[in-house]
């Protein structure tokens, strides 16, 4: 069993940045993948990054230059650095640990960019 707090979420003007953090309860070996999903209102959950073996990671075409994910394994520990943030990032983020066959969910963090 895996446990995974997000946080860092919070209300941003459009241009500016947030760093969000998942810190999960227990070690998870590198080749385990971790990541960040997003969720809308009234639209379906959606990869945003997911990070493996420590540096490879793979990206949302829509975040790719302004996102940028890493993980700290001293800490169990992924974030995900947000830049140019754009009112259509506006969701709840979910951080994601791919333990197949179990797959675990952090509660979610709402990020939302507005003027």
């Known amino acids: 069993q895996v446990h995974l707090v997000e946080s860092g979420g919070g209300l941003v003007q459009p241009g500016g940045s947030l760093r969000l953090s998942c810190t999960a309860s227990r070690y998870i070996f590198t080749d385990n993948a971790m990541g960040w999903y997003r969720q809308a209102p009234g639209k379906e959950r959606e990869l945003v990054a997911t990070?493996?073996?420590?540096?490879?990671?793979n990206y949302a075409d829509s975040v790719k230059g302004r996102f940028t994910i890493s993980r700290d394994i001293a800490k169990n520990t992924v974030y995900l650095q947000m830049n140019s943030l754009k009112p259509e990032d506006t969701a709840v983020y979910y951080c994601n640990a791919d333990l197949r066959p179990n797959i675990y969910w952090g509660q979610g963090t709402q990020v939302t960019v507005s003027a």
């Open positions: 990070i493996t073996s420590g540096r490879n990671t």
